[in-house]
């Protein structure tokens, strides 16, 4: 027995020091876990990853960034019957531990150990905050002993609410939703309040296993997790008999409810994400701000329609490129023909409202064809007969006499409506361009559209595209000509000329009309934008002089060619570069640079940042605010012009100093806007005429071999800027000029913006007078001269007036030794 007893003494004594050794080993590794895990600062500070939003400046929603979809709220307002069905079956001694369940913690264990898996987690509510914030959701021993040790330090520093409220924001619930706000929206697109008895209860089952038994992926799982919920509830007296057995009954009402964007406008989105993401790196994602941008929502839908219009209408011009696949009709198997020639059309791109669809049959005047979203329908001749096959840019194939002669079965095409009950063939568009829209006076970005779709290609055209303005530049030119002696009125020869480089060698310029002029006056030559008026402009003011003179607009010197190539835009400029060179001329000389966020702003609405920090090119100044409102001109000076008291102002004729953000004299910018309304009056913008407005103005351009087409024009209050041309640059097509593919989509677009903008009368600047000059000359005539019209001029540059026709106060002088050595 003593034998015994030494022996159960010693067992005892050994199993007492491996006991203690254990517990010391089990201390010092928790210990040095405690170490990797966060401070009790860390825990208070926990942050919900809110994701970014963007909006219209009327608050309409644009786009969201983020991997979690959440929204954040109080304790309060979540509904009791939630935090009731939460706690009962996710934890329902929550109240009573202190951040661990012991005997919930042994009963997983003796279970995974009798099982040898780990499926048993026993975690708490405060256990699961904890693996959801600060650790990974791997299944081993020492992530559970961290998920202990980081559960009592919460309770530590948490109240039991805190941690609750903490809870029912993150957790995951399938589908991108993380917590219990933003989950009620995914499956049911409603705020948590205004959900019923088995709705709630549907989403407390949710936290099990939120992927694979959420209702959407699976219904029958969910309805079982549910009733599950529903019976803890009944038997805990939280609902009633009657509300349990109508829940137990109710039908899965759960929809997959993605965030409503409100506005499409992927490229404006996607610049404002990257501005955001520069200043605030991955973690905007995470910080739930606010973006609101500039961009006025019905603009906005205004570009877009207008430019997609303006590109199918160049696309219906050049004809039908034939189908984009074939395929035979024997093939398809009848059980399940729907679904295979579904699966078949979800392989070709679609946009929008443009589907891809199989040709089922055709008869002489129609076809009918089942679009990728398995219906059929049937293509009207209206929307058939335009399709003459393409040959090349320049040619068409003969008219079709017969549907049969477009499609044939077995064919995969596009269709888009035609109108609200008939579909028509069509096509994705080859060719792309941009639209941009300012206020030409703060450089506010009102809309902007990339391309003809952003997820065909997300290329954004108005900011990245360098293509050649053409005619667009001459403005530019004309305005360092009045600068520099010229006038509206100045004439300048429009014949042929050679031009001898010793880079390029010969070259003879030639006028878009292959017609040629005699003397022509600037006014008349900018309005039918005449080429060889341009380049002997340029040639007598000299390449340096006007290089400067562009750098007042905002253009790079390095960035334009030194040589009379220059004054047929052979530049490379983005269509939003060529808006905010062009709002100077609309705001009265002032240089703008565009912006795109008006304000940025947190969770709480605290403003983040200020609009300068975003701006999309800070290489200039913001423009004043008091600008002069330019107002069209008809050859014949307006009234309130010709009867102005003074006629000049007592200054010198020479442009202010200018400032920072100054780029040219008002008086520049006047001028050159009266010019450029006589674009639109009278010269090659006059499809503008329909918008029946007295105060735009503007210039259409056309590069060489048609490859690219512009038309910038503006308002008082308005800047718009269009381009059309395809990526890689090629021959848009004869007769495809900035008047035929981009002036269309600026009056479309304008026709609408311009609604909101009441017309306004042209202010005139000091330093201007006004003349009665003759067409065909450009001098002073007399008052009853036929061919004579008002013009405007700079004090001291008018021509003299004849004897007798003088107005009061009309100062004199002459056009100047430089206008008179062209010829």
């Known amino acids: 027995m003593k034998l015994i007893g030494k022996f159960l003494t010693k067992l005892v004594y050994i199993g007492f020091v491996l006991v203690i050794t254990l517990g010391a080993g089990l201390a010092f590794y928790a210990y040095n876990l405690l170490e990797e895990l966060p401070t009790v600062d860390e825990i208070r500070k926990i942050p919900l990853n809110i994701p970014l939003r963007i909006y219209s400046s009327d608050n309409k929603l644009i786009a969201e960034y983020g991997d979690e979809r959440r929204i954040p709220l109080k304790l309060d307002d979540v509904p009791p019957l939630l935090i009731d069905a939460i706690l009962v079956t996710e934890d329902d001694r929550f109240y009573h531990h202190t951040g661990v369940d012991f005997p919930g913690l042994a009963r997983a264990a003796v279970s995974n150990f009798l099982s040898g898996s780990r499926s048993q987690g026993a975690s708490t509510i405060t256990m699961q905050v904890a693996r ?182 160049y696309d219906l011009r050049h004809g039908y490129r034939g189908p984009a696949g074939n395929l035979d009709l024997a093939t398809i198997p009848d059980e399940s023909r729907n679904k295979h020639i579904r699966d078949l059309l979800q392989r070709y791109p679609s946009s929008r409202e443009v589907l891809p669809a199989l040709v089922l049959e055709t ?55 035609m109108d609200e009950d008939a579909w028509m063939l069509s096509q994705l568009p080859e060719i792309s361009g941009a639209l941009v829209s300012l206020d030409p006076h703060t450089g506010a970005i009102r809309a902007l559209t990339g391309g003809f779709d952003y997820f065909l290609s997300k290329f954004n055209r108005a900011t990245q595209a360098k293509r050649q303005p053409g005619s667009n530049i001459k403005p530019f030119i004309y305005s360092a000509a009045l600068d520099n002696g010229f006038t509206a009125s100045s004439l300048v020869s429009a014949a042929p000329i050679v031009i001898e480089d010793d880079l390029e060698g010969i070259w003879r310029p030639q006028n878009y009309s292959k017609k040629f002029f005699g003397p022509t006056r600037l006014r008349k030559a900018l309005s039918l934008s005449i080429n060889l008026v341009s380049v002997r402009l340029l040639r007598a003011l000299g390449i340096d002089n006007t290089v400067q003179h562009l750098a007042r607009f905002g ?32 705001n009265g000389g002032n240089r703008i640079s565009p912006y795109l966020i008006e304000k940025i702003e947190d969770t709480k609405g605290n403003a983040v940042a200020l609009p300068p920090l975003a701006c999309v090119d800070c290489t200039g100044e913001t423009g004043g605010e008091n600008s002069l409102f330019p107002e069209r001109q008809k050859e014949n000076v307006p009234k309130a012009a010709a009867d102005n008291e003074t006629g000049q102002a007592a200054v ?172």
């Open 363 to 417: 008869t002489d005047r129609t076809a009918t064809v089942v679009h990728s979203r398995a219906q059929a329908v049937t293509l009207p001749w209206e929307g058939l007969k335009w399709a003459r096959k393409y040959i090349n840019p320049n040619s068409l194939g003969p008219e079709p006499d017969s549907a049969g002669a477009i499609l044939q079965p077995g064919e995969i095409v596009y269709i888009r409506p």
């Open 652 to 823: 010198e004729a020479s442009p202010p100093e200018s400032d920072e953000s100054q780029g040219i004299s008002p008086q520049n910018a006047f001028l050159m806007t009266s010019i450029l309304q006589q674009v639109i009056q009278s010269g090659t913008g006059r499809r503008a005429l329909q918008l029946n407005r007295s105060d735009l103005a503007g210039k259409t351009g056309t590069t060489n071999d048609f490859r690219d087409a512009w038309f910038s024009g503006f308002s008082p209050d308005v800047m718009t800027t269009v381009f059309v041309g395809f990526d890689e640059p090629a021959h848009l097509g004869r007769r495809e000029s900035g008047a035929t593919a981009a002036l269309p989509i600026w009056v479309d677009y304008m026709g609408q913006v311009l609604q909101d903008f009441p017309e306004q009368a042209q202010a005139i600047p000091e330093n201007i007078t006004t003349r009665f000059v003759n067409r065909e000359t450009g001098e002073a005539t007399s008052s009853d001269d036929p061919e004579g019209y008002w013009e405007y001029y700079l004090a001291g540059t008018e021509p003299d007036n004849p004897a007798g026709t003088a107005k009061p106060g009309s100062g004199s002088g002459s056009t100047g030794s430089v206008s008179e050595s062209l010829f």
């Open 132 to 313: 959801n914030f600060f650790l990974n959701p791997e299944k081993t021993y020492t992530r559970k002993l961290k998920e202990i040790l980081l559960a009592f330090n919460m309770e530590r520093v948490l109240t039991k609410d805190e941690i609750l409220a903490l809870y029912l924001n993150k957790i995951f619930l399938g589908h991108r939703a993380y917590g219990f706000a933003a989950a009620a929206q995914v499956y049911y697109g409603d705020e948590l309040m205004n959900l019923s008895v088995p709705e709630i209860a549907m989403l407390a089952g949710l936290p099990k296993a939120p992927s694979s038994n959420n209702p959407i992926s699976n219904p029958e799982r969910a309805r079982e997790r549910r009733g599950y919920v529903l019976k803890r509830l009944h038997e805990l007296g939280r609902i009633d008999d009657l509300s349990f057995q109508t829940a137990i009954k109710a039908p899965i009402t759960a929809q997959r409810h993605i965030a409503d964007v409100e506005l499409q406008a992927p490229y404006v989105s996607e610049m404002a994400r990257q501005l955001v993401f520069e200043r605030f790196g991955n973690q905007v994602y995470q910080k739930g701000l606010n973006v609101t941008l500039t961009v006025n929502s019905a603009y906005q839908a205004r570009a877009n329609q207008a430019l997609r219009k303006g590109l199918f209408d």
């Open 555 to 586: 253009f790079n010197p390095t960035d334009l060619p030194n040589n009379l190539s220059l004054a047929l835009g052979s530049i490379m400029v983005t269509p939003l570069d060529l808006a905010s060179y062009f709002s100077v001329f609309a």
